[in-house]
């Protein structure tokens, strides 16, 4: 089990808890202090288990550096991914190494689950829903299926150091990366169709809620594969992989409004929503909703948001009605 951490002492120990907790219990837990200055290499010490040690990078070179390091000095023939500020539930492990034992076909190599999705902003837990493929899951990565974190993943080592792991260029999405040279390469997925991850978001400063990290890294991932996606599929199913990377991205610059406008910070709020109208005419649903909510204030665009949705239930409930 690899945990990249980097100054996230406040979460750090719920992760190792959730992975000493769990029901498989052969595993080694490394976790790799990427340059933390607050107290890491301290939380990992606490935990008296022998399982538990702490690799130490002297500088901050990235979550991607940081796994890379992991899978190198990885004892085991399967590698788990846990983020710092993810947890797992029980049987995570138990149920993904029983899926890949029992796999006949011998090009599975990765495994992944279904997560839950706590929102700290919200304080509500939700399944973060998205489609489950197995086999030969190419074409899907392709066309725009992405698993929301690398806490769902356990993959075969020998794998990892083929592909060359965690490419360090890109700030964030080398996860996405990784999971398309893998099912390039042959490797085949297989999923345990069930919730066993909780990926927190709006917990603090995080790669995915920085839109300028996501459009750089983004622009990397386009430079690397749109000559594949075009190649491999077609002009229009690679316009349609860029608008669903920059809707993401103007999906987080909305995070920034809602927040600022929780906040108070109307100003803030307001330079936010001008960094997503650069962004046009990528995503305008989103651009709308943020000009509305700053405009409006939480409140009303809360009720107004809650008005829309009962007339639109309301509407499916009257055509249900008059269908024969």
């Known amino acids: ?68 390091e ?89 794998s990892l150091l083929d592909v060359g792991g965690f490419d360090e260029g890109l700030a964030c999405a080398e996860d996405y990366d990784l999971w ?22 709006n917990i603090g400063p995080q790669l995915s809620s920085d839109p300028a990290t996501r459009l750089a890294g983004s622009r990397v991932l386009e430079r690397k594969w749109r000559g594949v996606i075009r190649h491999h599929l077609a002009p229009a199913a690679y316009r349609r992989w860029k608008a669903k990377r920059y809707d993401e991205i103007q999906s987080t610059h909305f995070r920034r409004v809602r927040q600022a406008v929780a906040h108070g910070q109307r100003m803030a709020a307001w330079r936010y929503w001008l960094a997503m109208c650069r962004l046009l005419p990528w995503s305008r649903r989103n651009v709308i909703h943020a000009l509305a909510l700053v405009t409006l204030g939480q409140g009303a665009y809360g009720a107004l948001a809650r008005a829309k949705e009962a007339f639109l239930k309301a509407r499916r409930g009257d055509e249900a009605g008059s269908r024969p």
Not at 28 to 49: L, N, P
Request: aromatic fraction near 8%; proline fraction near 4%; glycine fraction near 6%.
């Open 180 to 201: 398309l040279r893998l099912a390039q390469t042959a490797n085949h997925f297989v999923a345990v169709n069930v919730a066993l991850a909780i990926k927190h978001e």
């Open 70 to 158: 992991g899978i190198q000095v990885a004892r085991g023939e399967l590698v788990a991914f846990l983020d710092s500020d993810d947890e797992w539930l029980p049987r995570k492990l138990e149920l993904q190494v029983a899926r890949l034992r029992e796999s006949e076909d011998a090009r599975t190599t990765v495994a992944y689950c279904a997560a839950y999705k706590y929102d700290e902003f919200r304080n509500r837990m939700g399944i973060h829903g998205g489609a489950i493929y197995e086999g030969d899951v190419f074409d899907p990565l392709l066309t725009g299926w992405y698993p929301p974190t690398a806490s769902l993943f356990i993959v075969k080592r020998s």
């Open 1 to 68: 089990v690899v945990i990249p951490t980097y100054n996230r002492v406040h979460v750090l120990g719920r992760a190792i808890k959730s992975v000493l907790a769990q029901s498989f219990p052969d595993f080694e837990c490394i976790v790799v202090d990427d340059g933390s200055t607050d107290g890491t290499v301290e939380v990992v010490e606490s935990f008296q288990d022998p399982r538990v040690r702490c690799v130490r990078l002297a500088t901050n070179g990235g979550v991607s550096r940081a796994r890379n």
